[in-house]
């Protein structure tokens, strides 16, 4: 089968599908504290569902798959939509996206399906400031389940993904960068996006990835910088001089990594986005549940990449919000 491309000649390996829109957390970035409306339940796609779009995107050379949510763990036996997706030969990678909260009752039976690579999202150690982010005081569920998943050898190395905010993070940067040096964890800092259900976001609340860099390097001296893992790795690595810790930064507005993206999503209820800030998405739950073939299904898929977005456009004049927040979209 002919490989999945877009109109500018990028080449899609990688999908993120959201298994629920629901989530336990109330972040400031992404809902606001009163919640949003879920989606009806009949409305989010099944596990069978989900499993039939990878397998006809994994014919097209999707080879990574991460679930996300809301919170994934949130929805019921997620390992079992794992043990489906690992059964499709093409797919190479199985990752998950959590706030970790779940993750110590749920980490055996994940490895144990087959998932191979693991991300926590996690902005404080501060437990203060962690219930000032999330609005719930759960940090030492957190921790408990970093510290379950941490028993998994197919886990490994598990990666600690922190939103930096200006006014926020300057202080948690060395606290994180020696949780990565002395508990295995690959650090990972996001800037700050416009996806906050309040809208209330502003470029000057951004955090750059080079101003966290010269914090740790007034720190630690100078960082040495590792070398990408794959081609259109978003991650920026870098290493202590001392071999000892890893930590990376995702710059999607201070450094858009835009022009090398392979990465397409799919919303619990079935809608596929080819970009965060997509002004349109094009409906797949309708396709499957009203009898279109698998090749009725891909013609959709093709038709929506092959119109993906060149840029997100942030700091443009071209920029316009997405309607949806990060927990619809799926993080």
Known sequence: MDPLIDSYGRQITSMRVSITDRCNFRCHYCMPADGLPWVPREDILTYEEITRIARIT????VKKIRLTGGEPLARRDPHILVKQLRAIPQIQSIG?????????????????????NLNVSLDSLAQHKFFQITRRDALDRVLKGLEAAKQFAQLQPIKVNAVAMKGFTEEEVIPFAEFSRTQGFIVRWIEFMPLDADQIWRKEDILTGAEILAILEKYYGALIPLPATYSAETAKRYGFADGVGEVGFINPVSEPFCASCDRIRLTAEGALRTCLFAQEETDLRSIIRNGGADADIETAIRGAVFKKELKHYIGDTKFRRTKRTMSMIGG
């Open 58 to 61: 994994a014919a097209m050379g």
């Open 96 to 116: 998950l996206t959590t706030n970790g909260t779940k993750l110590d009752k749920a980490a055996a039976d994940l490895a144990a399906a087959g998932l191979t």
